[in-house]
């Protein structure tokens, strides 16, 4: 099975999407969290499952609508690794970092 690591701003996007709903008294946070880790967790079986994007790089949709977030991957075949490199809500317009 192919290994998932995150890079340390990808916790800071997870951290943004919990703030949001907090923000506005939206309920079911954990299980939001709950639904995008276990999507990421898909690419451990299926790691070329995202769509190419460029430069080696691959994006994976999670989820829907107001529940939709999209992950930008990188996966090395050689070390059997997938390194999720940003995410964002599927409503914004592009990744913050």
């Known amino acids: 099975m192919v290994r998932i690591e995150l890079a340390p701003e990808v916790l800071d996007d997870i951290e943004r999407f919990i703030d949001h709903p907090e923000q506005h008294e939206i309920a079911n946070v954990a299980e939001r969290v709950g639904e995008i880790l ?3 967790q898909i690419l451990a079986r299926n790691p070329l499952i995202g769509r190419p994007v460029g430069s080696g790089k691959r994006e994976v949709v999670i989820g829907q609508g107001d529940r939709g977030y999209v992950a930008l991957y990188r996966y090395l075949a050689g070390i059997e690794t997938v390194f999720i490199l940003a995410m964002r809500a ?3 317009s592009g990744f913050k970092h």
């Open 38 to 40: 276990e999507g990421i």
């Open 90 to 92: 599927q409503r914004e």
